[in-house]
């Protein structure tokens, strides 16, 4: 499996499984743009890191919410690399509530990050890839957005809003030799993960059939494959990375 002369755009890959998917498409063979937010200082370690293994890639800052900033950011992206082959919408927020209580803010917030920010890097990649009649697209939704969970209406509905966005832009940019994917993963262990606590995790342990949270590497060996030539009659699907958990 080689990226030898591709260009990835990952978002949000400053850390926890967007900065495993930098690492690993990075380790064969794309030049890799790493999305962040907030935190340069953060970004630009998944760089350094890239670079240590012999890597390339650069860091760009916009917030996936924004279109307009999203549009300049793909734009110098074009600009610097000359192409865009592979795009992951990693980035992706919790604001958690029972509905009752939930804040349109925290509905807004993460309805605008974790789906309306899918549609704005799709919408502003797909120019490019339709140009070039080639493109990997991988949308990382979740379990959640599969099976529900309460306290998580706003992100169970945003991740799955991304699986019907993922089934129809699959559809339409077939024909330009683009592929639409997803990532579920279920539960892996990063910075999302680590406020539950030792009660609540061990209760999610005994839902797995592997009785382990997955690791981020996990979720990168799954992108790693759906945006690899192997992967190339494969569109509109899922891979459910959770350990037995749910099986789709
Ligand atoms: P994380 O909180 O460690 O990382 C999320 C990343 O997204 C951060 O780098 C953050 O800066 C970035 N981000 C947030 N808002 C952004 C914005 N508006 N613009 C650009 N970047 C933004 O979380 P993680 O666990 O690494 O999750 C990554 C993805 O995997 C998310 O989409 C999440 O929903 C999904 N996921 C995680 C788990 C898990 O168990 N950790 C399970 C299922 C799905």
Known sequence: MSLEGKVAVVTGGSRGIGRAICLRLAAIGA??????VSKPD?????????????????????????????????????????????????????RDGLLMKMKDENWDQVLNTNLKG???????????????????IVNISSIIGFVGNAGQANYAAAKAGLTGLTRSVAKELASR???????????????????LSEEVTSIIKS????????????????????????ARYLTGQFLHVNGGMFMG
């Open 118 to 136: 899918a549609f704005n890097c799709i919408k502003a990649v797909s120019r490019v890839m339709m140009k070039q009649r080639s493109g990997r």
């Open 207 to 230: 839902e797995i059939p592997m009785g382990t949270l997955g690791e981020v590497e996990d979720v990168a060996g799954a992108v790693a494959y759906l945006v690899s030539d192997d």
């Open 177 to 195: 030799g683009i592929t639409v994917n997803g990532v579920a993963p279920g539960y892996i262990v990063t910075d999302m993960t680590s406020g």
């Open 31 to 36: 030049k890799v743009a790493v999305n962040y």
């Open 42 to 94: 953060a970004a630009q370690e998944t760089i350094d890191l890239i670079k240590l293994e012999g890597g390339e890639g650069s860091v760009y800052r916009f917030d996936v919410a924004d279109s307009a900033e999203v549009q300049d950011a793909f734009k110098k992206i074009t600009d610097d690399y000359g192409r865009i082959d592979i795009l992951v919408n990693n980035a992706g927020i919790t």
